[in-house]
């Protein structure tokens, strides 16, 4: 079997396991519901008040909310033992991590969406003044999410308090990712071009990710 075989196969698993169960996508997007309630009642809405703390707010629950899913990354594997079948794969092991990287960042795409709706739902937030901009921000933002909170599930599933050990490593890492997308999509919904610096900035923070978690991620699964 070679790479892309393993890669479709991961894929398919995982995503065949979040459509059937919904033992991630369910707590997520409730979480995210709860959140916006709570902060829809605290906070005033965007048409009364300056927008500049909406992206940074909806960042920060999109943050908190992929910790849900990046924390059960691993679970299945670890819970029935199978993990070690992922160091068998006869192909490159960091076709492995591609095919768990992609199933949470499309896990990811659509907690976005969720969010963005309940943001525009909770909070009058229109999106459509710039959605363009915005979905190439959100496909990116998700896709470093994904790419270094999968990286980062992998090395926490080992440990004694993986709860505790994914936030405190995640956090630090995706700050880039959190002060980029804030900013350009705050510059999107005030009507301003985003700089070119700043998407270079961030699908260069992807690639780079991308291409150090390829090649770790060998070592990972053998610790």
Known sequence: MNGPRVFAAVLGKDLRLDLRSWDRLGP?????????VLLSTALPTASAASPGWIP?????VFLLTS????????QAESEQGTIVLLTQAPCDRGWVFLGKATA??????????????LCW???????????PEILGVGLLGALGLAV??????????????PVFLLP?????????????????TGEALAGDQIASAMWVGLAL?????????????DYVLED
């Open 67 to 74: 910790l849900l899913g990046l924390g059960r990354s691993f």
């Open 104 to 117: 949470n960042w499309l896990a990811l795409l659509g907690v976005e969406l969720w969010t963005a709706f």
């Open 121 to 131: 739902v909770l909070l009058d937030v229109e999106w459509g003044v710039a959605w």
């Open 28 to 36: 997520m997007a409730v979480f995210a519901a709860l959140v916006m």
């Open 56 to 60: 940074a707010l909806v960042w920060m």
């Open 148 to 161: 270094v909170g999968t990286l980062l599930s992998a090395l926490a599933c080992a440990a004694r308090f």
């Open 168 to 184: 405190v490593l995640l956090f630090p890492l995706v700050l880039p990712v959190l002060v980029l997308a804030s900013r350009m």
């Open 205 to 217: 923070y992807d690639w780079v990710f991308l291409l150090i978690a390829y090649f770790v991620f």
